[in-house]
């Protein structure tokens, strides 16, 4: 009889959360390469072509040449490039939504600092940490369509403001701490 037990990353909870900033901003962060699916999101951003909205772009590759080439082959509309965020907490807190568009991908640590700055994320199917955005929050990988519905989505649901407490609720679910025992339940579940 076999059993899988799948413990994610943990996370800090910032003691001060920001409200999500009253211009929709959506976000990315991490790097580059063809399976993180950055084009995908620029196609889908360039599809939507808000005039008062502002994609996101940070990590330390955010501002190489073949990522400003990629933002010239595939986006459109304001596009800012951050590159390295010294302070990451500075970047959760400009973004109204994180999006997480990879075409494969471990676990995306990325994703539950979002939830823990009480920012919701957009997160492909692909990315193990799918497990951990709200329901509804996901979306095909490599589906520029899916991006730009759960996008536009996103963008409505978050009018209300009421994301904020949830998305913290559900990072403290995995905190440091709470990962800490389930690998000591894990290690001495195999002991016995």
Sequence with gaps: DKHIDVIPHGCNL???VRPAPSK???GYLGSYGFDKGVSYLLEAWKKLNYPDAELL???KDSTAPHVRQMVTQFGGGS???LGWMKNISDFYNQISVLVQPSVTEGFGLEVLEALA???PVLCS???GAVDVVLDGWSFDSCDVDAIVD????ARSDMMGGHLTDQCRQQAS???WEIVQNRYKSLWKSLLV
Excluded: E, N, S
């Design 79 to 81: 596009i800012r490039l």
């Design 117 to 119: 700055h009480g920012r």
């Design 57 to 59: 772009l940070a990590g």
């Design 14 to 16: 910032p003691d001060l």
């Design 150 to 153: 759960k996008i536009c989505w």
């Design 173 to 175: 679910h995995y905190t």
């Design 125 to 127: 199917k692909a990315a």
């Design 24 to 26: 929709f901003m959506v």
